[in-house]
């Protein structure tokens, strides 16, 4: 199994920044695992919001492209999202995510075969206008 915990979140105005951290731990993780952050506020679905495959490779929703940036430190088993010019509409718990698979695979996991996906408990993210 794998256990993620979160923290960095709290509230910031809007344009400021804010950088999330996730440790992972437990026997089954590695390094090649697909790691990410969902958010997800009250009444609306749960939404991807940015991964990192086991390449370094990326991929960012549409609407943080150019102001978030996932990053990790496989040698402190974390991973990070750095948030830069915050709007209030990215205000939401956000989850770290870790699926032992690339991310091509991992991220079809979220409607195909859910015994794959680790979650974090959030970490609460709330930007003032």
């Known amino acids: 199994q794998v256990q993620l915990m979160e923290s960095g979140g709290g509230s910031v105005q809007a344009g400021g920044s804010l950088r999330l951290s996730c440790l992972a731990s437990?026997?089954?993780?590695?390094?090649?695992?697909?790691m990410g952050w969902f958010r997800q506020v009250p009444g609306a679905k749960r939404e991807k919001v940015a991964f990192?495959?086991?390449?370094?490779?990326?991929i960012y929703e549409d609407s943080v492209k150019g102001r978030f940036t996932i990053s990790k430190d496989n040698a402190k088993n974390a991973l990070y999202l750095q948030m830069n010019s915050l709007k209030p509409e990215d205000s939401a718990m956000y989850y770290c995510?870790?699926?032992?698979?690339?991310?091509?695979?991992?991220?079809?996991?979220?409607?195909?075969?859910?015994?794959?996906?680790?979650w974090g408990q959030g970490t609460q993210v709330t930007v003032s206008s």
């Open positions: 437990g026997s089954t993780y590695n390094s090649r695992f697909c």
């Open positions: 990192i495959d086991r390449d370094g490779s990326t």
């Open positions: 995510w870790a699926d032992p698979f690339e991310c091509r695979i991992g991220l079809a996991h979220i409607n195909t075969s859910t015994a794959y996906n680790f």
